[in-house]
């Protein structure tokens, strides 16, 4: 199985500051048809997981743009640009280029 | 509005069984690969199935196979999961939800399962 990681494990972060979250992957999520299958998901308390980004860096449907994502092959990264006190959760990257499909341990964030 | 339903979750003994129900409202079902995820308490997400549109082709989390089996019916919209030889480590929040371009874009709010006597 694919191990994914995630760093910070915890991140708090003062209102309107950048945030950065890595993930990284225990092989190369590159599938044989070329496209990489790696996304992202918010899970705020209480509800259930939402989708931010897409196949490493698209944002999905109504997604705001201060959310951005990064990487290639086993390393990859969840910006956010300024943090509103909406974005307090947890964040989990997630693969879907082999099953079983696993997804990191989480990165919680909360404000200061 | 696209959404996702789940129900049947409840108490259940170790070594009993459960079956859970999602039905999809507010898009075409059929054409969709769905998946169920779970969440343990104050834990991280874990995939657990996967069903593609066919009904046919089905996928499994090692810890899970050969005592859950997934399925869905089209015609009624419905995904099912069903479980049987339970153990306490099952217990969590079970996810339905819709694969989209091998991402997870649409979510249930979950059903919650606890296996315990």
């Known amino acids: ?112 | 509005e696209a959404q996702l339903v789940a129900s049947g979750g409840g108490l259940v003994q170790p070594g009993g069984s459960l079956r859970l129900s999602c039905v999809a409202s507010g898009f075409t079902f059929s054409p969709y690969w769905m998946h169920w995820v779970r969440q343990a308490p104050g834990k991280g997400l874990m995939w657990v199935s996967l069903i593609r549109n066919d009904g046919i082709t089905t996928t499994y989390a090692d810890s899970v196979k050969g005592r859950f089996t997934i399925s869905r019916d089209n015609a009624k919209n419905t995904l099912y999961l069903q479980m049987t030889s339970l153990r306490a480590e099952d217990t969590a929040v079970y996810y339905c939800a819709r694969d989209w371009y091998h991402a997870i874009d649409l979510w249930g709010q979950g059903t919650m399962v606890t296996v315990s006597s």
């Open chain 1, 1 to 112: 199985d694919i191990v994914m990681t995630q760093t910070p494990l915890s991140s708090p972060v003062t209102l309107g500051q950048p945030a950065s979250i890595s993930c990284r992957s225990s092989q190369s999520l590159v599938h044989s048809d070329g496209n990489t299958y790696l996304s992202w998901l918010q899970q705020r308390p209480g509800q259930p997981p939402r989708l931010l980004i897409y196949k490493i860096s698209n944002r999905f449907s109504g997604v705001p743009d201060r959310f951005s994502g990064s990487g290639a092959g086993t390393d990859f990264t969840l910006k956010i640009s300024r943090v509103e006190a909406e974005d307090v959760g947890v964040y989990y990257c997630m693969q879907a280029t082999q099953f079983p499909h696993t997804f990191g341990p989480g990165t919680k964030v909360d404000i200061k």
